[in-house]
Structure formats: structure tokens, C-alpha cells
């Protein structure tokens, strides 16, 4: 396998970007190209940056095991979204990274080779963008989130007159019903359009700290009839560290080589 520590001008962040990619390596005159690799984008916590996930997991010894390409880009603590007062991450995760990674490496947007998967806030980043963009990737990897951390506002001024909803009609002080912050919302249009939705997988560690988070996370993706999105549930011994975080990532990336 390839590492390359890539460095440059970001557009959608104004600035410049920092990313680790790890590539399969071709050998004895493989002149096949990239156009059917898989791609993992695995996005890292609040305390990570795009180098922490080959400093605390076995990731690149993942990647040869299962033939992908996996793309870590530093995000800073952004939640990955388009900060208020900081970066467009959400835009640059979801529209530029994409575009770099066909344009420097060959490697396919199309949504059958694409895939996302975070621990802690890339755990609820990955969901985040997954869901907003359900043509852009085929599996979720959630490590060690849940997605109600935000609870329902206080004024009832803000309940949505049509849908009569309660959660997260507004975030920071801005209307996001209908953006990708909507993750539930998001979770809702693509279970009741029948359209395609991305597999979820979602493991923590039974002595994780936001336990409650997850168990809630569960049973509201558990309450679609049918399973729409594939959604499969593990809650194993662990807590909210990197020992839980490596297996995680093995056993997302050896089920969606097996997918």
C-alpha cells in the first residue's frame, strides 16, 4: 500500500487542506487503474486530525487486506459541517474531496465505490453526510455515536407549523429543517421515498460515555419498517477509545469488502 501526506489549496475552506490517503499498491505490471476501487472517506474525532487513524489503528494493514483506497481528511473540531464562524467542511468533505480524489488519484465518484465511516464526531459527521447525500455513498460506519445529542428546543415557537416537529429545528440559532443538518429529517425522506439508502452500521462499546446517545440513535433507526437502510446494531465490551475504534474499523471495512 501507498500513504501520501497531500497538502493544498482547498476552495471550499479558503485555505489550505491536509489529507492522508492510503492506495493499493500495483505491482508486477498491474497497469489496471483505480476506477473500481473502493473508497472509505473515514473521518476523525474532535481531538484527531488526518493523521491520527494510521497513529492508533492498523488501518493501512485493513486497506491491503481488503483492496481499498481510504481518504482521511482533516476536518479540525467542525463537526463537519459549514461552521458559522470558521470553514464550509461539510461542503468541502461532500463536494471538493470527491473531485481532488478522481482528479489526483482516478478514483471513482460513482456511489457503488464509496463509503464513510467516522469514530465520536466523525462517527455523527459520517451519518450527517451519508444521509444528506444517500446517491453519494453505499455504507455509514457510525463508531461510537448517536445522532440525538442536540435535544428539541425549549420555545415552542419553533415547532414546524406543517410537520409539527420538536427536534432540532434549529441549530446555533439557524433554521435547518430540510439541510443536512436534518439528520433525522434526512433519515425520514429516504425511508418514506423508497429511494436508495445507505447501509448503517453502528457499533459502541457498552461502557462508552454517550451510551444513552446510541441507545436512542437505535431505536429510532430500529422503528422503520423493513429495515430500510440495512441497519445493523452492535453493542460490544468497550469503551470510547482507540482499542474499540481499530476493531470497529476492521469489522466496517471487511463488511463492505464482503458487500
Known amino acids: 500500500m501507498a500513504l501520501i501526506h497531500l497538502h493544498f489549496y482547498a476552495n471550499k475552506i479558503g485555505r489550505c487542506g491536509n489529507i492522508d490517503v492510503i492506495l493499493p499498491q500495483k505491482l508486477n505490471g498491474d497497469t489496471s487503474d483505480n476506477r473500481n476501487t473502493k473508497v472509505l472517506y473515514l473521518l476523525h474525532g474532535a481531538m484527531g486530525d488526518e493523521t491520527v487513524w494510521q497513529r492508533m489503528t492498523s488501518v493501512e494493514r485493513y486497506a491491503e487486506r481488503y483492496g481499498m483506497a481510504v481518504v482521511m481528511p482533516g476536518c479540525e473540531i467542525s463537526a463537519y ?59 455509514i460506519g457510525c463508531f461510537s455515536g448517536g445522532i440525538t445529542y442536540r435535544l428539541p428546543p425549549e420555545d415552542t415557537s419553533n415547532i414546524d407549523p406543517v410537520t409539527n416537529r420538536t427536534e432540532y429545528i434549529r441549530y446555533e440559532g439557524r433554521q435547518i429543517l430540510g439541510t443536512e443538518e436534518d439528520v433525522l429529517g434526512n433519515a425520514r425522506r429516504i425511508a418514506e421515498s423508497g429511494g436508495q439508502a445507505p447501509m448503517i ?27 430500510p437502510f440495512g441497519y445493523i446494531y452492535e453493542e460490544l465490551p468497550g469503551k470510547h477509545d482507540w482499542d474499540f475504534w481499530d476493531a470497529a474499523l476492521e469489522r466496517f471495512m471487511k463488511l463492505i469488502a464482503e458487500k
Not at 85 to 102: A, K
Not at 202 to 227: K, M, P, V, W, Y
Open 201 to 227: 452500521y453502528h457499533t459502541i462499546g457498552d461502557e462508552d460515555f454517550i451510551l444513552e446517545h446510541a441507545h436512542n440513535s437505535r431505536d429510532f433507526f430500529t422503528s422503520f419498517e423493513g429495515n
Open 81 to 139: 459541517t459549514n461552521m458559522a464562524h470558521g470553514q464550509n467542511y461539510y461542503d468541502y468533505v461532500t463536494e471538493e474531496l470527491p473531485e481532488l480524489m478522481y482528479a489526483f488519484f482516478g478514483l471513482s465518484p460513482k456511489r457503488e465505490n464509496n463509503f464513510i465511516a467516522g469514530a465520536s464526531m466523525g462517527a455523527n459527521g459520517a451519518v450527517k453526510i451519508g444521509l444528506a447525500n444517500p446517491d453519494k455513498y453505499t455504507a
